[in-house]
């Protein structure tokens, strides 16, 4: 009776712990589908004054795909998280019944192929997200450099200019200068 009571409550706790793994997938899945979202609605604005992304808008760019990466680590570890747990509860069905029949086997194999292909394509995809995001950092560092560039012309251009006003300032003072020796020449020889 007590082995049969062991046996139940064991059942149960195997029961409680998969719901509760695959509302943490679900949960998670919820979560990153937000996240592509709101990595869908940065990649639509185009706030710059030419028309093109902003500074503030790849970076919000950067950050939402950085939070997608977490997001698939977090997944991709409460994958293997659940792998092993299917492992090791087919592992302790197997030592309580003493045989597994072919079927069960395949079954299982079958599971654990999907589990690392799901691994796999999700690696691939934050191997993407990276590439992305080391693209969009040097988009990013490239218009900061064409922006320092026109503010670097634009100084010099300021700068010539002011010099071109201060001359042409001296040069009136000077012509105002000769004009009232030219003035006082005439008055002094009349």
Same mark, same amino acid.
């Given at each position: 009776?007590?082995?049969?009571?062991?046996?139940?409550?064991?059942?149960?706790?195997?029961?409680?712990? *998969?719901?509760?793994? *695959? %509302?943490?997938?679900? +949960?998670?899945? +919820?979560?990153?589908?937000?996240?592509?979202?709101?990595? #869908?609605?940065?990649?639509?604005? +185009? !706030?710059?004054?030419?028309?093109?992304?902003?500074? &503030?808008?790849?970076?919000?760019?950067?950050?939402?795909?950085?939070? =997608?990466?977490?997001?698939? !680590? $977090?997944?991709?570890?409460? =994958?293997? $998280?659940?792998?092993?747990?299917?492992?090791?509860?087919?592992?302790?069905?197997?030592? /309580?019944? &003493?045989?597994?029949?072919?079927?069960? #086997?395949?079954? =299982?194999?079958? /599971?654990?192929?999907?589990?690392?292909?799901?691994?796999?394509?999700?690696?691939?995809?934050?191997?993407?997200?990276? /590439?992305?995001?080391?693209?969009?950092?040097?988009?990013?560092?490239?218009?900061?450099?064409?922006?320092?560039?026109? %503010?670097?012309?634009?100084?010099?251009?300021?700068?010539?200019?002011?010099?071109?006003?201060?001359?042409?300032?001296?040069? *009136?003072?000077?012509?105002? +200068? !000769? !004009?009232?020796?030219? /003035?006082?020449?005439?008055?002094?020889?009349?």
């Amino acid at each position: 009776m007590k082995k049969l009571l062991a046996m139940a409550m064991c059942c149960l706790w195997f029961v409680g712990a *998969q719901a509760q793994q *695959q %509302d943490k997938l679900t +949960n998670l899945m +919820n979560e990153r589908e937000q996240l592509v979202m709101e990595y #869908q609605f940065y990649t639509q604005q +185009n !706030s710059n004054f030419w028309g093109k992304k902003s500074k &503030g808008d790849l970076m919000s760019i950067i950050e939402t795909l950085k939070k =997608i990466i977490n997001k698939d !680590s $977090e997944l991709i570890g409460a =994958i293997k $998280e659940a792998s092993i747990k299917k492992v090791a509860e087919s592992t302790v069905e197997s030592q /309580r019944e &003493g045989k597994m029949t072919v079927e069960d #086997q395949r079954i =299982i194999s079958a /599971r654990m192929a999907d589990l690392q292909s799901q691994i796999k394509t999700l690696q691939t995809t934050i191997k993407k997200r990276e /590439r992305t995001i080391k693209d969009l950092e040097m988009q990013l560092n490239d218009t900061a450099e064409l922006r320092y560039g026109k %503010d670097k012309v634009i100084s010099v251009l300021a700068v010539a200019a002011f010099v071109l006003l201060l001359y042409a300032v001296f040069l *009136q003072i000077r012509l105002n +200068n !000769s !004009s009232k020796k030219a /003035r006082k020449k005439k008055v002094v020889k009349q």
